[in-house]
């Protein structure tokens, strides 16, 4: 997830930490770096054995150590953290305050905003329609979508695993000025598109590895054009109903359920920290906008990492599923991006940013453990995104030998 010129046009890319790293800079080329093993594919453990460790006492504490140490480093107001390991214990706990006026504090659950891991939900429905046999995979989405640059040859495997070329609208000074003059306002797809078509293609499709909500927004339209559903109800009754996703909705507008926690951004106009809990997300829509618990997110990521329902049943076909976690390397060590998610260092998930929230969402398959990281702030660190830095604090402590370690890199400018 890159941001551009200011903190809130990072966020207005719905950053992922991995896009971070693989977009281009700021000169336009992306630096080499050696490939890492094939997305899906989890590192050997070393030979000192077990991957996840047991969450004894011993263990909870040093967890909350290092949640608390992150939490001071880059100032998080409040952060709920979830860890399930079959056999060997959970850990649930909530840190600081979820509001900062009223010193109200942070629960686990809270309704919280998850950015980017929209785009998790989005592939989903996209895969759903592949496995219906209505769409293919390498369709190009000039049959879907008209006026799409290099439409012809953009297929929707490209659009989903970040390999199209299109320009990201988030970075368009129009778009950046129409989004930080109103947050609140409202933006429709056409709208977001238009910003992002009034650039060049970057590159060729299929050439390299570019993280761009154009894409997604694209897949949604998709989704509309072909299930006859707006994109909102698509996902409530095929995905999050048959995962038992209760507590998890797609908004259509500004709305918030509560309880939930207040937001804190300096990607404002002012640059001053402000309170977004009533900002409306549709500037993100089918690449940012959704809105999750801890609990609801703990059920999607061995959902989303394997395809398979909690009841034991299939939400995406075993074949299609392989296909989701399968893609050429991008360019950091030990990292790679799918359809729509990403694997660091075996752990298979997404996790999201957008102004005032930031969350994590990954799985381990080979431990069949979860980690979830949700917090109301997505100001930087030293260039790291706050949830970054929890993951990898407490994937050290808890699977040494699979550390969630994205390195930092400067902003864009």
């Not at 109200?104 to 046999?133: C, H, N």
């Not at 009034?198 to 894409?215: A, M």
């Not at 054009?225 to 500004?254: C, M, R, W």
Request: with cysteine.
């Amino acid at each position: 997830m890159t941001r551009p010129c200011t903190r809130l046009r990072r966020v207005a890319v719905v950053a992922t930490a991995v896009a971070a790293l693989v977009a281009p800079g700021a000169g336009g080329a992306a630096t080499a770096l050696p490939s890492p093993a094939p997305v899906g594919q989890t590192p050997s453990p070393s030979p000192s054995g077990g991957e996840v460790r047991e969450l004894t006492p011993a263990v909870q504490r040093q967890i909350d150590q290092a949640v608390r140490r992150v939490m001071r480093q880059a100032n998080v107001p409040g952060v709920s953290v979830g860890v399930w390991t079959p056999d060997k214990g959970q850990y649930v706990k909530s840190f600081g305050v979820a509001d900062k006026d009223t010193g109200e504090r942070m629960r686990p659950d809270l309704y919280m905003r998850i950015g980017s891991e929209t785009k998790t939900f989005t592939v989903t429905a996209v895969l759903q329609l592949v496995d219906q046999g209505r769409i293919g995979l390498d369709d190009t989405i000039d049959e879907y979508i008209d006026d799409v640059p290099n439409g012809d040859r953009i297929t929707l495997r490209q659009l989903a695993g970040m390999r199209s070329g299109l320009f990201n609208y988030s970075q368009d000074d129009d778009f950046y000025k129409a989004l930080t003059s109103d947050p609140r306002r409202s933006f429709t797809p056409q709208q977001l598109l238009d910003y992002a078509f009034e650039h060049p293609v970057l590159f060729p499709p299929g050439e390299k590895f570019s993280y761009s909500n154009t894409n997604l927004i694209l897949l949604g339209l998709v989704v509309e054009k072909i299930s006859g559903q707006s994109l909102n109800d698509y996902i409530q009754e095929h995905v999050l109903y048959p995962v038992g996703l209760n507590d998890t909705l797609f908004p259509a507008g500004s709305e918030f359920p509560k309880p939930h926690a207040q937001g804190y951004t300096d990607q404002t106009a002012s640059g001053k920290v402000e309170d977004t809990a009533d900002w409306d997300p549709s500037w993100a829509w089918a690449a940012g906008a959704m809105i999750s618990t801890l609990e609801d997110l703990r059920l999607w990521a061995r959902t989303v990492a394997t395809g398979e329902l909690p009841d034991g049943g299939r939400l995406i076909s075993p074949a299609t599923q392989k296909q989701r976690l399968t893609a050429p390397p991008t360019q950091i060590p030990g990292a790679g991006y799918g359809l729509g998610i990403f694997d660091v260092q075996g752990w298979i998930g997404h996790n999201g940013s957008l102004p005032g929230y930031e969350s994590l969402t990954i799985y381990l398959p080979s431990a069949r453990t979860t980690l979830v990281v949700v917090l109301n702030t997505d100001i930087d660190y030293k260039n790291e995104e706050p949830s970054t830095l929890f993951g990898d604090a407490i994937t050290t402590i808890i699977s040494p030998d699979h550390v969630f370690d994205l390195p930092a890199e400067p902003a864009a400018r």
